[in-house]
């Protein structure tokens, strides 16, 4: 097809509409829509036209009209508990990175834990937004479904219930089962946890894990547990506290719910001539850039945040392309432990060696 140019009453060239690539192709405004969207189920016959037509038109698709015509919107909502630290901001990039490849942007806030505070925020993003990817790992699996409207798609990211919503999670237990079995590997007997808060399941998984591998690998011993809150604070006091204990009832191993209560840990460990890892051999959770700089270098779980956010966003963006198409309920993905020299076992040549869970 050749190039042409529309013109408008007076003869001027104008820009190229919808409504030209749909003449043009000899489709209607819809379908054309479908295209530029990327939506499936279009003919490839029917798509090749259209495309030829946009190309010789030059048709660049004007986002607020694409929106009234599809009734998309390029603006996605991301609801996090948090969006500062390391942690949140690589869940940010990485669905920021997979939205700009589509044409998309987003729209980040803080989620509360507040019922009504976050009815209200759910509710000025409603018209405004395409989708919501929302992480709101301290909510109940009851609460949060009633507050979504159910004409807008949401993924959940590591959030209990949603009413049947997408979701996708972190096997947070499979991680910390793993890093248990490590600890076991590396002839430790006696295995402390430092939890993070009740109400947060990513603490309440990882303190699942941490049960399930005292039966599986440390003979069902009784469990030990530390509280903390996540913060390096409430691992510094977890230290203490195991730093106090009569020798014969120490713990030969610590494995904390996150590394941040692993390197407050360390610290007060350290500060009492304990020795890591030949005293007692340390564990924690989500690799943060930290855990490979301490000295020793610590053993943790790897959370792929960013790729997590990714693939976060892509659920979202097929649930909005096909919103009657079927969405997998929940998708979980698999973290690996990484091996460093917190637990007396020698990483690889490199300094670290990272192997998937292979439970």
């Known amino acids: ?62 986002t607020g009209a694409r929106s009234l015509v599809t009734r998309r919107h390029d603006l996605i909502g991301v609801l996090l508990p948090d969006i500062h630290g390391e942690f949140f901001s690589e869940i940010v990039r990485g669905v920021d990175e997979a939205a700009r490849r589509r044409g998309l942007h987003i729209l980040v806030s803080n989620i509360s834990g507040d019922a009504n505070e976050d009815a ?16 709101a790992p301290d909510e109940g699996p009851d609460s949060l479904a009633t507050r979504l409207p159910s004409d807008l798609p949401v993924v959940l990211m590591n959030t209990r219930g949603g009413g049947g ?29 430092i939890a993070g808060p009740g109400r947060n399941i990513d603490a309440s998984e990882r303190l699942r894990g941490y049960r399930d591998g005292l039966a599986a690998c440390f003979g069902g011993a009784a469990p ?18 195991i730093a106090a204990m009569d020798p014969a009832d120490r713990p030969d191993a610590v494995f904390a719910a996150n590394d941040m209560m692993a390197v407050g840990c360390a610290l007060a460990l350290s500060e009492a001539g ?21 000295r020793p270098a610590l053993t943790t779980v790897r959370l792929r945040m960013a790729e997590f956010g990714r693939r976060a966003l892509a659920r979202l963006v097929a649930c909005m392309d096909d919103p009657d198409g079927a969405c997998p309920e929940i998708e979980a993905m698999r973290p690996e432990l990484v091996v460093r020299d917190s637990c007396g076992a020698r990483s690889a040549p490199s300094g670290e060696e990272a192997r998937p869970l292979a439970l």
């Not at 991680?175 to 946890?193: K, S």
């Not at 030990?224 to 506290?241: H, K, N, P, V, W």
């Not at 304990?274 to 301490?294: E, K, T, W, Y």
Request: charge should be positive; glycine fraction near 10%; include cysteine.
């Open 120 to 135: 209200r925020v759910v509710a000025a993003l409603r018209g405004r937004v395409g989708g919501l990817l929302i992480m």
């Open 1 to 62: 097809m050749a190039r042409t140019t529309p013109r408008g009453r007076t003869g001027a060239a104008r820009a190229a509409t919808v409504k030209d690539v749909a003449d043009a192709a000899g489709v209607s405004i819809a379908t054309v829509s479908r295209v530029v969207n990327g939506a499936p189920r279009v003919a490839e016959e029917t798509k090749s036209k259209i495309l030829k037509a946009v190309e010789a038109l030059n048709y660049v698709p004007h």
């Open 165 to 193: 919503r997408a979701a996708l999670m972190i096997d947070n237990h499979a991680g910390a089962l793993e890093a248990m079995a490590h600890l076991a590997a590396a002839g430790r007997r006696r295995a402390a946890h």
């Open 274 to 294: 304990i020795r890591i890892p030949q005293d007692i051999a340390l564990a924690g959770f989500d690799d943060i850039p930290l855990a490979g700089l301490v």
């Open 224 to 241: 030990m547990i530390l509280q903390g809150d996540f913060c390096q604070t409430s691992g510094f006091e977890a230290g203490r506290a």
